[in-house]
Nanobody, 115 residues
Framework: QVQLVESGGGLVQPGGSLRLSCAAS????????MGWYRQAPGKQRELVAR???????NYADSVKGRFTISRDNAKNTVYLQMNSLKPEDTAVYYC?????????WGQGTQVTVSS
């Protein structure tokens, strides 16, 4: 009964902003590192941002300075604030929960950056 449900995707113009949310259930959320990945058509899934159980973050070079990952353990939710969006950010964005020997994935939410 582990579920990760992403929301907040949509169509946005270049330079715009979007905030993604991922609500988790069925896990002890506070113990998991949480991440956002993305996959564009014909390309491999790539790590966008990650936040550890202790709150440390890391980002792909391509999004550093534009995206911010955060978590609210009381709500079992991880967020990805995306600013200054570019067309190359267009992809399906996936939430993941990571703990030793365990990794769970959401179903994804589409983000399209286009004028």
């Amino acid at each position: 009964q582990v579920q990760l449900v992403e929301s907040g995707g949509g169509l946005v113009q270049p330079g715009g902003s979007l905030r993604l949310s991922c609500a988790a259930s069925g896990i002890i959320f506070r113990l998991y590192a949480m991440g956002w990945y993305r996959q564009a058509p014909g390309k491999q899934r790539e790590l966008v941002a990650r936040i550890t159980s202790g709150g440390s973050t890391n980002y792909a070079d391509s999004v550093k300075g534009r995206f911010t990952i955060s978590r609210d353990n009381a709500k079992n939710t991880v967020y990805l604030q995306m600013n200054s969006l570019k067309p190359e950010d267009t992809a399906v964005y996936y939430c993941n929960a990571d703990y030793p020997l365990k990794k769970y994935w959401g179903q994804g939410t589409q983000v399209t950056v286009s004028s």
